[in-house]
């Protein structure tokens, strides 16, 4: 789909703005991901400035979680894939509480024998934006990642000081409310990891490129997998055993 047909379909809708629109819409069209993990879609608009541009590409696939209460957002992500037509493209998840948790779950489905194979050719962060939780998604996305891959963050001067009154940012200790949390994940994760280069700043957005030459695996290590298994499955069956017991015990 061309890039005045989505922008006619979104331009009302929160939460990513036209000119950010445009930007994500050419960098898929140059770069040509094939497969996108975005973490954090609420309504879908960004979702949906992507998927226009794997259409036009001729194909291509999104992964892109949120949390449940997501379903409840007007329009919500499903209603706008639908108004534009672009559902093939877009496989919504709901997380029932983070999506470091379904990070966990693409890591499990992808690793075999201790080796991770990673599925993604683009990384979109733009989720809770703190340290804690999208920190860590971004060290275990990155495994995902392919070599050549790209990783995005939004918001990176942002502060939860910017939204003071809501719960969880009173419960933060104030140092925490004054720091823009993604730029301390991007200047100490991401930029000292000897993975990525071709770093790019604008203000809002942050960019970083793994290296194509970047290690993925340490290879196969069925061997160690099994190693640590035969060494530990006396203790694993004698620690299951108590914990039985005890449950037993217990009714
Ligand atoms: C700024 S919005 C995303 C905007 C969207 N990318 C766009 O540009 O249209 C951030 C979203 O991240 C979600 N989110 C924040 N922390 C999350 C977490 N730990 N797990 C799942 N979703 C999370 C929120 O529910 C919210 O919908």
Redesign the pocket.
Known sequence: MLFPDILSHLENV???PPERGKLVYDFVREQKPRHIL?L????G??ACYMAAALEENGGGHITT???V??KSRTPDISSLLERTGLGAYVEPVY?AR???WELMKLLDQHTKNGCTDPQYDFLFI???HTWD?DGFSFLLADRLLRPGGWVLF?DVLWTPSESAGEDWVEALPPEEREVAHVEKIFNLLVVPHPSYDSFEFDGTWAWARKKPDAAVSAGDRSNVVSAIYARSSSERRKFLLRRYVKRLLRV
Do not use: K, L, N, R
Request: charged share 15%; no cysteine; aromatic share 8%.
């Open positions: 929160p939460h990513m975005e954090g879609f609420a309504h608009t960004s979680i949120d949390s209460v997501a997380a983070s999506y470091t733009d989720g809770g939780s939004d």
